[in-house]
Nanobody
């Protein structure tokens, strides 16, 4: 079993920055792949970026390239999403997800989810 707890959301003006964190615990073999997803009001859930156990970014949505960076700490217990140059269209609930083998952008292939953290850009 894997537990994921996000933090770091909040309200920021356009052009600002936020860093989200996701504390991961539980069986490490079940969280070889970690990812960030987001869901904006009235829209489907979409992938933001993902990373594998070795720290390689395995997926990044075109809309965030050059602005967002996904990383993981050396202990592989905390996933980060550094968000720079935020835009109003980045407003969404952001979710951390984990999977044992799939490291891409499809949300339906992730097994474990956090509760989400809200990001509002005005």
């Amino acid at each position: 079993h894997v537990q994921l707890v996000e933090s770091g959301g909040g309200s920021v003006q356009a052009g600002g920055s936020l860093r989200l964190s996701c504390a991961a615990s539980g069986a490490t073999y079940s969280r070889n792949c970690l990812a960030w997803f987001r869901r904006a009001p009235g829209k489907d859930r979409e992938g933001v970026g993902s990373i594998n156990f070795f720290g390689d970014t395995t997926y990044q949505d075109d809309s965030v390239k050059g602005r967002f960076t996904i990383s993981i700490d050396d202990a592989k217990n905390t996933l980060y999403l550094q968000m720079n140059s935020l835009k109003p269209e980045d407003t969404a609930s952001y979710y951390c997800a984990a999977a044992p083998f799939y490291c891409g952008g499809r949300w339906d292939l992730y097994n474990y989810w956090g509760q989400g953290t809200q990001v509002t850009v005005s």
